[in-house]
């Protein structure tokens, strides 16, 4: 193994630190646009009227991409991140309760520290509370199916929840998106920004669904289904899965006139 | 082989679905749950600059509104910093002005709105001046990964003449899609930014 081999084991120190001297981290690595899904993808019938035809024009980062909105602990609540209770009314709401947890990284392995993270899901029945879900399973009087958490200063946020179900929807006659937890992310620098879906190991419907494979590559589809985590359940209590999330990483500009305002 | 540069991948977008408001806006969708919610009122009382609102509906191939849009925004203050650290300009940060907002196209209209003050010139790449822009995002259902794009404000003729990520838009006629036009209503400034997903006068959107 050799030595950029050994220090790129998973604990060790993020790659630009320890081999590059980092003189003025700047800007986003171009986006490898063949692990995300384009955005005419006809099998996902909504997509044929709303994405673009033309092409997008590539921009070299300005302040505008670098920068973004920084939020802190006054912008949350302490429930948020607890939607068996951040609803609750009555009761608990009805589903398997699960811990979700994970790390947010770069594309260099460094930790995104203090980002915010929000999540979406519909209950344990398939449903969403939201007034244009139709689907006739019931929807949980005691579950919101929303809720956001910042990360910590190592990238490492958690969240528990009830699993959702999976629930039909008019792309074909009979599609059903498999369950999903829908993920938005922020970075340090509004050009990280994403939004993604999390799936949940074993599921069968994840190999037939449009939405999942309007993502071409097999292991990008791969990195978004979460395993389950046994080490992290609490006994008696909740189950748990593992969902890490990489953002894009930023440069190091060592022989370039750095971007101005730095 | 070669030896391996051992970089993560990073996770790929997936449409943010019909249900985002419940997730990014809950208020606006009709449920209370945070105590503190996002929105699309970024001036406060103290913040410096022009108000101005920011108004317009994104539109599909077929022009029809696009009324499950998420927009956010994210710009300079009045003089023309961001605040974040990463930007050192010598000009004054407005501790009143985070410079970023959130909103959902109106459910009936597809109208969307922000209220917020017009932003200053910011310094661009090799000292070149970008004129005053927002910086858009939009994630909808039928979009698989967000859309970025800008706004440039009609009144800065000059500015915009030598911004230089328009001058990059080879096809002149185009560079008007990113051009907001200012008008008045009851006493109020208004910008008008449609934003057109696919057709004859899509829309700039950019790589970044």
């Known amino acids: ?262 | 082989m070669p030896q391996s540069l051992g970089y993560l991948k990073e996770t790929a977008s997936q449409t943010a679905g019909p249900y985002v408001h419940i997730g990014l806006i809950p208020h606006m969708a009709g449920f209370d749950i945070f105590q503190n919610n996002f929105g699309n009122v970024l001036a406060g009382a103290a913040t410096r600059g022009e108000r101005i609102t920011i108004e317009g509906r994104v539109l599909d191939g077929t022009r029809t509104p696009v009324r499950d849009a998420l927009i956010e925004i994210w710009q300079a203050n009045a003089d023309g910093r961001y605040n974040h650290a990463a930007d050192q300009q010598k000009k004054a940060l407005d501790p009143d002005f985070r410079g970023w907002g959130r909103t959902g196209a109106e459910f009936k209209s597809g109208l969307y709105t922000f209220e917020t003050v017009k932003p200053g010139a910011v310094i661009g790449r090799h000292t070149r001046v970008m004129a005053p822009h927002i910086n858009f995002w939009i994630v909808s259902r039928g979009i698989n990964i967000g859309l970025h794009t800008r706004m440039y404000f009609s009144d800065e003729t000059d500015a915009n003449a030598a911004d230089p990520v328009l001058n990059l838009i080879e096809q002149e006629d185009r560079r008007t899609t990113l051009i907001a036009k200012r008008t008045n209503r009851d006493g109020k400034v208004i910008y008008v930014f449609d934003i057109v997903l696919q057709g004859d006068d899509e829309t700039v959107f950019f790589d970044v």
């Open chain 1, 1 to 262: 193994m050799n030595v950029r081999q050994q220090v790129s084991e998973r604990d060790s120190e993020p790659l630009h630190d320890t081999f590059l001297p980092s003189i003025h981290p700047v800007e986003f690595y171009q986006r490898d646009l063949s692990l995300h899904p384009p955005a005419y993808a006809p099998g996902y019938k909504t997509s044929v009227g709303r994405s673009p035809r033309k092409a997008l024009l590539s921009l070299q980062n300005s302040l505008s991409e670098i920068t973004g909105p920084v939020f802190g602990q006054n912008d949350i609540g302490l429930l948020d991140n607890d939607l068996i209770r951040n609803y609750a009314r009555n009761g608990e709401p009805i589903g398997e309760r699960i811990i979700v947890h994970g790390q947010v990284l770069d594309e260099n392995r460094k930790p995104v520290p203090n980002t915010l993270v929000e999540f979406w899901q519909a209950n344990a029945a398939g449903r969403y509370r939201h007034k244009n879900d139709t689907y006739l399973a019931p929807v949980d009087p005691n579950f919101g199916g929303c809720g956001r958490t910042l990360t910590d200063d190592n990238g490492y946020y958690y969240f528990r929840t009830i699993k959702p179900g999976p629930y039909p929807w008019r792309n074909y006659v009979n599609s059903w998106r498999p369950a999903h937890i829908h993920f938005s992310i922020f970075g340090s620098g509004f050009a990280q920004r994403l939004i993604t879906q999390m799936y949940f190991e074993g599921d069968p419907l994840i190999k037939i669904c449009p939405i999942v494979h309007t993502v071409a590559d097999e292991s990008a589809i791969d990195r978004l289904i979460a395993p389950l985590d046994m080490n992290a359940a609490i006994p008696m209590d909740l189950l748990a899965y593992r969902f890490d999330i990489v953002l894009r990483g930023r440069r190091s500009t060592l022989f370039e006139n750095r971007l101005d305002g730095n």
